[in-house]
Nanobody, 125 residues
Framework: VQLQASGGGLVQAGGSLRLSCAAS????????MAWFRRVPGKEREFVAA????????VYADSVKGRFSISRDNAKNTVDLQMNSLQAEDTAVYYC???????????????????WGQGTQVTVSS
């Protein structure tokens, strides 16, 4: 499975961005997809996750109500709509796939099998 993230950029505080993750290879119904982010000097932080089929997404408390994760199974994409962006949202954002995610949407980065290359999001205050 290969993941390609895109859509990052520079935006003013209060603005919006939409990230997209294109998945290629064999994505099974057992997979879950997620977005993480990383600030230099800190651990990779969970943002949101969604099952490849069915279920309800989960979000980090810090983004709940502002970010929305969605998938398009026909296009093999997972998007992250980010609204009301704050300076604290500045990070490199990564999409990831968990081959066992159908049981439980997980928040630990070490449990994800596949990763995209990351896309920079910078929010100016």
């Amino acid at each position: 499975v290969q993941l390609q993230a895109s859509g990052g950029g520079l935006v003013q505080a209060g603005g919006s961005l939409r990230l997209s993750c294109a998945a290629s290879g064999r994505i099974l119904n057992s997979y879950a997809m997620a977005w993480f982010r990383r600030v230099p000097g800190k651990e990779r932080e969970f943002v949101a996750a969604i099952r490849w089929v069915g279920g309800t997404p989960v979000y980090a408390d810090s983004v709940k109500g502002r970010f929305s994760i969605s998938r398009d199974n026909a296009k093999n994409t997972v998007d992250l709509q980010m609204n009301s962006l704050q300076a604290e949202d500045t990070a490199v954002y990564y999409c990831a796939a968990d081959s066992s995610g159908w049981r439980l949407l997980r928040r630990e980065a070490r449990l994800y099998d596949f990763w995209g290359q990351g896309t920079q999001v910078t929010v100016s205050s």
